[in-house]
Antibody, heavy 123, light 107 residues
């Protein structure tokens, strides 16, 4: 059974930092690209960041470019999101998910999601 | 960045009725589009991938169509558990983006 368990959320002041983790199990973690998607309270979904299966390429949404860094440790089956210079507008539930760039077409989309971790940026 | 515009924002229907949701892309995404369902307090669930293919375990009452810039999700006969928010998402190029969502509510 696929499991994605996010952690690390909490309350932080504007300008502060936080590191989120996503522990994966039930699939071959090192074979999949991983993404973070967030959802502000009462709002829609926003894709945030992606990292390839090997970790050699990353891409961030403009809204977090220069502030957030995605990384992974394939030996620990864990994905990370280092969030710096946090803003009030970064307040959201952060989900991790995975996808592939080739192979089974369904796997190219977000088939499985974690339960999310809430980040609140407020003074 | 490709912008996905969903309409309507809210759809008020009764159980048993047919629901048709629209997603329009600001430029062609070919067939690289998915639909997700999200219920309150839950993570999204993949319904449709590559515009018209039902994801694993998704009931046949859900169907998707379209290509290029215009897509639709149809629920042939609404069940009580189908009242939720629906999002489209493209994976044509980076950044991937989601539409703003359509809420299907009970009339």
């Amino acid at each position: 059974e696929v499991q994605l368990l996010e952690s690390g959320g909490g309350l932080v002041q504007p300008g502060g930092s936080l590191r989120l983790s996503c522990e994966a199990s039930g699939f071959t973690f090192s074979s999949y690209g991983m993404s973070w998607v967030r959802q502000a309270p009462g709002k829609g979904l926003e894709w945030v960041s992606v990292i390839t299966d090997s970790g050699d390429w990353t891409y961030n949404a403009d809204s977090v470019k220069g502030r957030f860094t995605i990384s992974r440790d394939n030996s620990k089956n864990t994905l990370y999101l280092q969030m710096n210079s946090l803003r009030v507008e970064d307040t959201a539930v952060y989900y991790c998910s995975y996808s592939r760039s080739s192979g089974d077409p369904e796997s190219k989309y977000f088939q499985h999601w974690g339960q999310g971790t809430l980040v609140t940026v407020s003074s | 960045e490709i912008v996905l515009t969903q309409s309507p924002a809210t759809l008020s229907l009764s159980p048993g009725e047919r629901a048709t949701l629209s997603c329009r892309a600001s430029q062609s995404v070919s067939s690289s589009l998915a639909w997700y369902q999200q219920k309150p307090g839950q993570a999204p669930r993949l319904l449709i991938y590559d515009a018209s293919n039902r994801a694993t375990g998704i009931p046949a009452r859900f169907s998707g169509s379209g290509s290029g810039t215009d897509f639709s999700l149809t629920i042939s006969s609404l069940e009580p558990e189908d009242f939720a928010v629906y999002y489209c998402q493209h994976r044509s190029n980076w950044p991937w983006t989601f539409g703003q969502g359509t809420k299907v509510e009970i009339k």
